[in-house]
């Protein structure tokens, strides 16, 4: 069998939340989306919207794109696979872990 192409071991790092390419070992992803604002209940995230966080979380912390680039993306997909509510959401969450980041 073939060895991974390098966009392979790219897809299966980010989907993994671990790995960078410094090759420090990272937090997973879902930490930076655990906590959730009030008025949004942890049983109103779906998939996707979850799913949709954590690639935005894996690319703020990478780094490889502009941060309001990695947010306008997250935002973008949910508003278009997700609802309006959920691109809210989503440019909320991944705001704060980015000025987190920034602070940090």
Sequence with gaps: MPSPSSSARLATSAASGQGSSTGCPRRPASVGISTLPADWPADRL?????????IGVYELEE???????????????????ASEDAGRLVNGILGR????????
């Design 63 to 81: 780094g490889t794109v502009p941060h309001e680039v990695a947010i306008n993306e997250a935002v973008v997909l949910a508003k278009r696979y």
């Design 97 to 104: 872990v980015a000025r987190e980041e920034a602070a940090a």
């Design 46 to 54: 779906g998939t996707l919207e979850r799913n949709i966080l954590r």
